[in-house]
């Protein structure tokens, strides 16, 4: 292990631009991962909003009716139904759109990485005598 670490030490250099490498994978593998969810946060949102007004017109609407006011027909429980219809349209994208698993870049560096390591690893206990 010793070995590894000054192998490590004597490429600095190389070690800095792999860093680099890597905060550039993950800089894009947030910007997708932050935009997905921004449409989640606003389909729900919406949905949250529509819910609302729903609520509300088919509280004006019962109020309405019950009063016997000849202007609370049965077409005004459109506006009602067509709130709950943009809910539901709302919460199923919201629902649909999950976050993107991680690239197939990003995980392919990710296990390429490890597979080094472990080599380099075994290569440094097999050089000491470890078993």
Not at 40 to 65: D, H, M, Q
Not at 69 to 78: D, F, K, L, P, V
Not at 100 to 106: E, G, T
């Amino acid at each position: 292990m010793l070995r590894f670490l000054i192998t490590l030490a004597r490429h600095l250099d190389l070690v800095g631009e792999h860093a680099l490498g890597y905060a550039e994978l993950i800089r894009a593998e947030c910007r997708v991962s932050l935009r997905s969810w921004g449409w989640r946060v606003l389909a729900f949102a919406l949905a949250a909003l529509f819910i609302l007004a729903g609520l509300l017109s088919t509280v004006l609407v019962l109020t309405l009716w019950s009063n016997g006011i000849g202007g609370a027909s049965w077409s005004a429980w459109s506006v009602p139904i067509t709130c709950l219809v943009f809910a539901l349209v709302g919460i199923a994208f919201a629902l649909w759109s999950k976050p993107p698993p991680m690239s197939d870049v990003l995980a392919q560096q990710l296990q390429h990485d490890l597979d080094l390591l472990r080599e380099a690893g075994g290569r440094t206990k097999a050089e000491e005598g470890e078993p």
